[in-house]
């Protein structure tokens, strides 16, 4: 008899409580494999993509593309045993989805009572020359399941493609005939926000599908518009949105990295006291700097940018002031300094804000800082970065400067005493050697936690940086 079995929402680490479900990989009616992507989720920190935890074929997809579902909530139902006879009463196992998702316990009695299955496709026959699927284990130590962040298991095939798109049934749709409108779930998820009627649409997918495109085009032109005839009509930050007030506006709900970002920021500016200092230095030693790395055969392979040298910069004066790289324990009333620096940078991307850290970078010579910087902001902006690098920074950096803004009071990341805002560098008139010249002058402002750091610390680590930027030597005997 077919055996099937439910794959909750996982822990994707770092005690997230739910994540949003951006692109399935698989349909209804799918064969799948253990390892095999199965479904990209967004927490509020990072997209993890979820391998396939069985070999089988998907059964149901419990969750439509854009539902937020809570850790430990079932996200998919698959048929382990697809060779095996129907029953009505086949039992449903739940795959566990890592050790830190809840789970209920196992009851005391000898035998559980099995639980009526879901509804799962229509069975077809396989062909004569085919041999009938050899049955999966029902248990993921037996089947070898491995599942985020618990590595790949030896052997496994590598990624198989997708199988054509499935219009009939579509998203667990069995009778068709109830549904005159071919649409997937999260389709008519948007169709009912935007309130537009589906059997007023024009379908462009194949075989009579209708696609986002074509519901936020019929919205479109039900509210008396054309497209492209407003400048944030094509934003990708307006997609999850819905149109109110005839079109006039659109409301995107908070949710993931902005949700989580708001919340932070919201609670650094009104927990920790926030005092700002600013500085005004002459850093064309720094630019002299970036340019004669950009020409040295040893960063050939590595960009440089003026970021780089405010981030040793920023390292020799934590070192000089080892206190600034403090934390608040307000349970405890007990200051917690850390004896390493996981240097984190702001990086704004699609998503929101985002500050992954280097890990212990004041180990880091020039060089390795400058891979780790590289490497960091390509992951950030592509979207791929980890809950693991995000946490435990110790002190932050935003890079304001090529937005042509020239400082700033950053809020603290919470968890941190300090965040250095470096500003735009400009050519402008400047007092050098008891003349005017045109010299490259940037802003540095440092927001720290008062609670923690007085103004003489504050002061004094903003002038060591300035100090490194205005003659970059300094590192040499800092160092």
Known sequence: MPTFETFPM??????????????????????????????EIETAKSLV???????????ELLAAEGDTVEVGAPLAVFDVDPGGSPADDAPVAEVPAAPAA??????????PTPAPAPAAPPAKAPAASSPAPAPASSTPEESGAVLVGYGVKAGSAARRPRRDERVDPIGGIEDVQD????????VRK??????????????SGPGGLVTREDVEQAAKLASGRVLATYPGDDQPWLASGYSTDGGRSTRVPVKSVRKRTAEAMVSSAFTAPH???????????TM?????????????????????????????????????????????????????VNLGIAASTPRGLLVPNIKDAHRLPMKELALELQELTAQARAGRTTPGALADGTITITNVGPLG???????????????????????????????????????????????????ELGARVLADVARVMNEPGLGLVWG
Request: proline share 9%; glycine share 6%; hydrophobic share 45%.
């Open 405 to 455: 803004i020239d400082t700033g009071t950053p809020i603290l990341n919470p968890g941190e005493s300090a965040i250095l805002a470096f500003g735009s560098i400009r050519e402008q008139p400047w007092v050098h050697e008891g003349e005017i010249q045109v010299r490259w002058v940037t802003q540095l402002a440092l927001s720290f936690d008062h609670r923690l750091v007085d103004g």
């Open 190 to 203: 948007l169709a009912r926000d935007l309130g537009v009627d589906l059997t007023t649409v024009t379908p």
């Open 275 to 285: 005092v700002t200092v600013f500085r005004t230095v002459d850093v064309t030693e």
């Open 49 to 59: 993509e979820l391998p396939c935890p069985v070999d089988g074929v998907v059964s």
């Open 288 to 340: 002299n700097l970036v340019a004669r790395l950009k020409a040295d055969r040893e960063f050939a392979d590595v960009r440089v940018t003026p970021l780089l040298v405010v981030a040793k910069a920023l390292l020799l004066a934590v070192r000089r002031h080892p206190e600034i790289n403090a934390s608040w324990h307000d349970e405890r009333q007990e200051i917690v300094y850390k004896h390493y």
């Open 102 to 111: 809840p789970v209920a316990p196992a009851p005391a009695a000898a035998a």
């Open 179 to 186: 549904y005159p409108v071919l649409a997937k779930p999260p």
């Open 10 to 39: 996982p822990d994707a680490g770092e005690g997230l409580t739910e994540a949003d479900v951006v692109t399935w990989h698989v349909a209804v009616g799918d064969t799948v494999e253990v390892n095999q992507p199965l479904v």
